[in-house]
Structures are given as C-alpha cells and as structure tokens.
C-alpha cells in the first residue's frame, strides 16, 4: 500500500483555504463528457453570480435519469427553502454557458480565507432565525 501524504497543519482553520485553492484550481483540468466548460469554470461562473446543493439542482436534471424531480420538496418547511430554489434557479444552474464573463479564481481567494478565518458559528455571520436570500428580482 502507497504511503499517504500527510499535511502539515494540524488545524482545519490553518490548511483549508490553501487545499481548497488548489482543489479548485485542478477543476479546470477537468470536465465532464459533452459539457462545453471545464468543472472550475463552472464553479466559477457560479460563484460570479453568487454560489451553490444537491437536492435542488435536481429538479433541473433528475427527470433524465428516471429519480425524482421534487426531493427538495421535503425541506419546503424551511425558511432556507425558497433562498435556495431562488438561488440554483437564478445562479446555479445558468452557469454553464461558456460566453458568460466570470471572475478568475483568485477574486475569490480573499473572501475564501476570511471564510475559514473566522471563528466557526460566529454568531455575528450564523444569526438563528435571520434569512436573508436572494434580492427581489427587478419587475
């Protein structure tokens, strides 16, 4: 058996952003068959229109495998819910076409590290009962 690379930090807080850069900078070697932009790209083009979620995204592609289209249904009870329809609606899962001006990955570095800077569930970013979501779409 290979012998496992080990990192050298010994706190999530103090590695996470370097390995999570360089995870996100290795999807852009990579695709999936058929799609016209690489997996960073898309992470990309995403997050330049403001970020990401399982059970929602398959409303949009579920029905082309034979699985249920409305899973996320079952968190329709949340005050998160309809954030999250708005945002793979609105966000996610637009964010494939090829033309569409992103930001490159290092735009993004200085909000990923104050990410994992901060403390976790720090009350002044995790408000219990506060949902703020997507701004209303212009009429």
Known sequence: MAERKLVAFTRMKDGAADRLLRELARQGEETLAGYRLTRLEHELQA??????????????????????????????????????????????????????????????????????????????????GVVTGLPALAA
Not at 52 to 65: D, E, K, L, N, P
Not at 72 to 100: I, L, M, N, T
Request: proline content about 6%.
């Open 47 to 128: 997050a330049t229109r403001a970020r990401r979620h399982g059970v929602f995204q398959m409303v949009y592609y579920a029905h082309h495998h034979g699985w249920d289209r409305e899973v996320r249904q079952k968190y329709s009870h949340s005050p998160h819910y309809r954030a999250c329809v708005d945002f793979c609606e609105r966000r996610d899962q637009s964010s494939f076409d090829p033309d569409y001006p992103m930001d490159p990955l290092e735009s993004f570095e200085a909000q990923l590290r104050e990410v994992f800077a901060r403390k976790a569930w720090d009350a002044a970013v995790i408000r219990p």
